[in-house]
């Protein structure tokens, strides 16, 4: 019984289409009901062939389930007001001419009330006036054939199916009406509840992924900061030590150096990532040179570059200016030649040049590294957290650079393009507006 009822009806269905579609599916079953149930009738009386007719009807339904599975959905409507009101006038017509006086046309009644319910406004008028001079047609035709004079009967018989169709069009309509506002309010209700659940969802997963990327940052955290942490201490003993010598304790010195600006960066990704999921980010933004901020990132990273004998080769304008907040600046392109640095092997090439186009400066960072894969590289574009992956001499990361460095460029007005190649190496494209672009972007 619930198939039958809510045959053709998926989640995909819309909210009115639904409501019309489960509405048919009563009708049909109704029908179906009075068809056997005349069926039945027409046996016991030993009308034979009524009773064909009406089983011959049953297998009607058959193609408006079809329709309402392939969605259908107003060509099962138009094909069963169809086929019931030729049914219905069939019968009718097969009554009278058995001689027998019946009311049978009048289930068009019935009829008109259906296509109130399944039709909207500009088809149901149509509809009505045929189904109308359909009945009235029956009537005029069942008087004359029985040879019944078309005198004030008829005329009353006109005059009552009239009125009786114009209460079931106008009581309908107005049941229809409030039918339709109570589905607007269920579709708007609907709707509200849908995209609150889309949030809801949204958030959910939002909610995952942070919490996933807490527990991968504390775990980072503690691994790299542990290392340091007994080197410092391995040092301070050893410092101690009658035995210990000037040299080795320059060779940890250097070391804990180099630990130590790793784990200032590390922390300083952790620190802004933590801090813009938050509270979100608050701009400085100050005009720059960007050759002056270049060489102070290159600076913090010169023992590194030594240490790894890495060519590094700087072709920056002095006279490029760009407009930028310079703490996140800082944090980018610290990001983006600490990447070079640690994903070029020892003895490789890092190069680093500007150029200004349309009242931007492009700045290039291009290493011969070991490259970004595709799928890392459409992950991080995309900026979903990735895992961090060890450099060429072990180096750790957090795996949040790259996203950091996206999303702050983006909100500062600028823009990041990675192009690399697995093998070959990286080049970053940093899109930094200058004084001119900004103070376009600020009258606009």
């Known amino acids: 019984m619930k198939w039958f009822l809510n045959a053709g009806l998926t989640d995909k269905t819309p909210v009115k289409e ?20 005349i069926f039945v009738i027409d046996i016991i009386l ?34 069963f007001i169809i086929a019931i009101n030729a049914f219905i006038v069939t019968m009718t017509l097969a009554t009278y001419h058995q001689d027998r006086w019946t009311e049978t046309e009048n289930i068009l009644f019935a009829s008109i009330a259906g296509i109130v319910f399944l039709y909207d406004k500009r088809y149901r008028v149509y509809l009505l006036a045929i189904l109308t001079i359909v009945l009235f047609g029956l009537k005029f035709y069942k008087f004359l054939y029985f040879s019944v ?9 006109i005059v009552n199916s ?7 069009y106008f009581f309908s309509s107005a049941f229809q009406k409030e039918f339709t506002e109570a589905l607007d309010r269920t579709v708007r209700l609907n709707d509200s509840l849908n995209q609150q659940k889309m949030v809801l969802e949204e958030n959910e997963k939002r909610l995952s ?10 775990s980072i955290v503690a691994h790299d900061l542990k290392s340091p942490i007994n080197l410092l201490n391995s040092l301070l003993y050893y410092s101690n030590s009658e035995n210990f010598d000037k040299d080795e304790l320059n060779r940890y010195n250097a070391k ?10 590390m922390l300083d990704n952790v620190l802004i990532w933590a801090k813009s999921q938050l509270d979100g980010y608050s701009l400085f933004m100050g005009e720059y040179k960007l050759k002056n901020v270049m060489e102070e990132v290159l600076t913090f990273y010169l023992d ?16 490029h200016k760009i407009v930028t907040d310079i703490n996140l600046l800082r944090i980018v392109m610290r990001n983006i030649v600490s990447n070079a640095i640690k994903y070029t092997n020892e003895n490789g090439a890092i190069s680093i040049s500007s150029e200004e186009q349309r009242d931007f400066i492009y700045l290039y960072i291009e290493d011969n590294g070991t490259g970004i894969s595709e799928d890392t590289l459409r992950r991080i574009l995309n900026q979903d957290l990735i895992d961090s992956i060890d450099g060429t001499e072990g180096e750790r990361g957090t795996g949040l650079g790259l996203i950091l460095s996206l999303e702050m460029l983006r909100l500062s ?32």
């Open 18 to 37: 639904r409501h019309k579609v489960f509405l048919l599916n009563r009708l049909i079953f109704v029908t179906l009901v009075i068809n056997l149930t």
């Open 46 to 79: 030993g009308v034979y062939v009524n009773a064909l007719a009406n089983l011959a009807f049953v297998v009607i339904y058959y193609p408006l389930f079809y329709l309402h599975h392939r969605g259908k959905y107003a060509l099962a409507r138009g094909v």
């Open 162 to 168: 009239s009125i009786a169709i114009t209460a079931i």
């Open 209 to 218: 992924e942070l919490n996933k990327a807490k527990n991968k940052l504390f």
């Open 256 to 265: 804990v150096r180099e630990n130590m600006n790793m784990v200032n960066h």
């Open 413 to 444: 007005d600028a823009d990041l393009c990675i192009e690399s190649k697995l093998g070959v190496g990286t080049k970053m494209e940093i899109k930094l507006p200058t004084p001119v672009s900004h103070k376009v972007k600020i009258e606009q």
């Open 304 to 319: 590194t570059i030594k240490a790894k004998k890495l060519n590094v080769s700087t072709n920056i304008d002095p006279q």
């Open 149 to 157: 004079p078309v005198d004030t009967n008829f005329i009353l018989t």
